[in-house]
């Protein structure tokens, strides 16, 4: 199996989280032809369609489900949640920590997304386990994913679910496609030859009929998924415009783009950075250093592959990857200055607010031009007070990006609440007191 598929095969989808379809093979009752998946008895979470499926996927099941179980008959760990989403959400987190004591390691990212999404009733916040046994959670018809424990629940939920159906059903329809083995991520490698950068045309419409992709706009939800990875060289192809002029833009032949705080989301997008060299035919190296506590493994540069028309045209892209915090890596020996630093959904204000700090402060003492993203307006605002509270020069601040992803995504910790990467844009330079005196 290659790593992808093995990827694929960790992952839950929605679908599979809700017990709407098949924990091995995605298929739902009708696509499987039965009247009913089979519940994994020992954790109580996880369905198939057949003693097949469950068979074959034990290898990738077996220890978190007897996690589940360890937890699940641990007395304390379970009791009703009174009815609150914020008592709810603190018994999670704190049975997270309990299924990562059974599991002797932290939860995968899938494990927590498992976890964080199963199924509850979205008024009185009951998992299948608070309820009798001959009860069980009724989902929505329509979109299959979202819960309540009896009927009178629904007629209080239904409707306020009624303005939101639609976006969960846009939601898993992109899941959908995410979770194909071939999802075809990026444009073309056609583009209009009469049209050169900057300015980049004015929305993502403009953008695939530029690229010479305009069939991607047939389809809404496979071009919201190729939204939600060329956000990633089209944000930094925007913030590039602000730094330099047209001119200066086009004599970079070597170009360096630092990731600070890289993680699951950039790797996974990597082959879509040689997005910036489509847009930006000049440059003859593309150089993508990741920095984040979240990358493997130290690599100092392995070469990835480019379009027919790139390597043709003998362009080369390297990615190279530093498993620590940027400003560790701004003191190493294999810093080199950049062109650009981006972090992209970052929340500096919210999640290691001590490690970003020192970073920020190099960043800043270094010069560097910098393109962060949040995906909120409320998060954008949040990480613009840090950032101008440690001392930096706000350039454009909390800014609606239009090359954010148009991907809707379920945030875990609230009910009935959407998010989308890099919605908003805060460029900074430089310390704001330094040019002062
Ligand atoms: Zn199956
Ligand atoms: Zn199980
Ligand atoms: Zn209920
Ligand atoms: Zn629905
Ligand atoms: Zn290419």
Not at 36 to 46: E, T, W
Not at 340 to 355: K, M, Q
């Amino acid at each position: 199996m290659t790593t992808r598929e093995e990827e694929l095969k960790k992952r839950k989808t929605y679908l599979q989280i809700a017990g709407t379809a098949c924990s091995n093979c995605h298929k739902t009752c009708k696509e499987a032809g039965v009247t009913s998946l089979l519940r994994c008895a020992r954790c109580r979470m996880f369905y198939y369609c057949s003693k097949e499926c469950q068979k074959a996927d034990f290898q990738f099941h077996k220890a978190f489900c007897s996690a589940i179980e360890e937890v699940n008959n641990t007395e304390e760990a379970w009791y009703s949640c009174k009815g609150t989403e914020s008592e709810w959400n603190k018994r999670k987190i704190y049975q997270m920590q309990l299924l990562s004591y059974a599991l002797d390691r932290e939860l995968t990212n899938y494990e927590r997304h498992a976890w964080l999404n199963q199924p509850k009733c979205q008024i009185c916040f009951k998992c299948a386990k608070d309820l009798k046994k001959s009860q069980s959670l009724i989902p929505c018809p329509n979109c299959q994913v979202v819960f309540c424990c009896c009927s009178d629940h629904w007629e209080k939920h239904r409707s306020k679910h009624n303005d939101l159906c639609a976006i969960y059903q846009i939601m898993l329809d992109c899941e959908k496609i995410r979770y194909l083995p071939d999802q075809p991520l990026w444009a073309p490698e056609e583009y209009d030859e009469d049209k050169s950068y900057p300015p980049l045309p004015k929305d993502w419409n403009e953008y695939f009929k530029w690229r010479k992709a305009s069939h991607i706009l047939q389809h809404d939800s496979y071009c919201r998924v190729v939204t939600n990875t060329l956000s990633l060289p089209l944000t930094i192809l925007a913030a590039l415009k602000r730094f330099y002029d047209r001119n200066q833009l086009h004599s970079i032949n070597d170009m360096v783009i630092h990731l600070a705080g890289a993680n699951q989301y950039e790797l996974l997008a990597l082959m879509a950075f040689e997005e910036i060299m489509h847009v930006l035919p000049d440059i003859k190296s593309l150089q993508l250093v990741m920095i984040g506590l979240e990358m493997f493994s130290k690599n100092h540069g392995f070469p990835l592959k480019c379009c027919p028309r790139c390597t043709e045209e003998n362009r080369k892209r390297v990615c190279s990857m530093y498993p620590m915090t940027y400003h560790d890596f701004a003191n190493s020996l294999d810093y080199n200055k950049p062109h650009l630093v981006v972090g992209f959904n970052t929340g500096l204000y919210e999640d290691d607010t001590d490690l970003w700090k020192p970073t920020i402060e190099c960043l800043l003492d270094k010069n560097s031009p910098c393109s962060f993203t949040s995906y909120s307006k409320k998060e954008a605002i949040e990480d613009v007070k840090i950032l101008k509270e440690w001392g930096a020069k706000i350039l454009t601040g909390a800014k609606e990006n239009k090359w954010r992803s148009n991907m809707p995504l379920v945030e875990p910790q609230e009910v009935d609440k959407f998010y989308y990467n890099n919605y908003y844009i805060t460029l900074f330079q430089g310390n704001a007191n330094k040019e002062k005196n």
